[in-house]
T-cell receptor, first 119, second 111 residues
């Protein structure tokens, strides 16, 4: 099974709502990622988790709150978003080779994304 | 992060080979060259990667220049399913995993 699943596929929310995006993989990968992709633009990294610990935060605003409750799940909690946060949110996972806590250059497997619209 | 430069778009015909170039003149000795592609309405998918030697897999071939300042992704016989945005990305062999996507090349395949 080389699949990364993401739910929901589409999400529409108001600026005062709280919602969560979910990502799941069962490949035994210990690194998981959130990317944001605006229309006609390349994906941009938001967060990296390695062994369930946050290892990279690319200066993302606090209205985005990641959580990695176990090695198979990754959540992105959303609160007080702005219309400019509307985008495709992609989750990915990869193996972690090398020393503990340091991610590898192994292949990243991406989910299909959640298309978020903030009204 | 070392930068890559790719043409914005390319066009080819079905069942013909496609050569997608990438320049990475500031590549360092610890950078691997990765290629991903993103089909319409899908997440990116891994295509191939290499360090110094040319690489082949079932999807494509990767030709790396001797000085490593450029590389070419080769699709041997393009199909309509190969229409996608192709990203050339440099990644370190140590430290945090971080895919930094450039603008990529939008490949159109004509039937």
């Amino acid at each position: 099974d080389t699949e990364v699943t993401q739910t929901p596929k589409h999400l529409v929310m108001g600026m005062t709502n709280k919602k969560s995006l979910k990502c799941e993989q069962h490949m035994g990968h210990r690194a998981m990622y959130w990317y944001k992709q605006k229309a006609k633009k390349p994906p941009e990294l938001m967060f990296v988790y390695s062994y369930e610990k946050l290892s990279i935060n690319e200066s993302v605003p606090s209205r985005f709150s990641p959580e990695c409750p176990n090695s198979s799940l990754l959540n992105l909690h959303l609160h007080a978003l702005q219309p400019e946060d509307s985008a495709l949110y992609l989750c990915a996972s990869s193996q972690v080779l090398g020393k503990r806590g340091a991610a590898s250059t192994d292949t990243q497997y991406f989910g299909p994304g959640t298309r978020l619209t903030v009204l | 992060d070392a930068k890559t430069t790719q043409p914005n778009s390319m066009e080819s015909n079905e069942e013909e080979p496609v050569h997608l170039p990438c320049n990475h003149s500031t590549i360092s000795g610890t950078d691997y060259i990765h290629w991903y592609r993103q089909l319409p309405s899908q997440g990116p998918e891994y295509v191939i990667h290499g360090l110094t030697s040319n690489v082949n897999n079932r999807m494509a071939s990767l030709a790396i220049a001797e000085d490593r300042k450029s590389s070419t992704l080769i699709l041997h016989r393009a199909t309509l399913r190969d229409a996608a945005v192709y990203y050339c990305i440099l990644m370190k062999i140590q430290g945090a995993q971080k895919l930094v996507f450039g603008q990529g090349t939008r490949l159109t395949i004509n039937p």
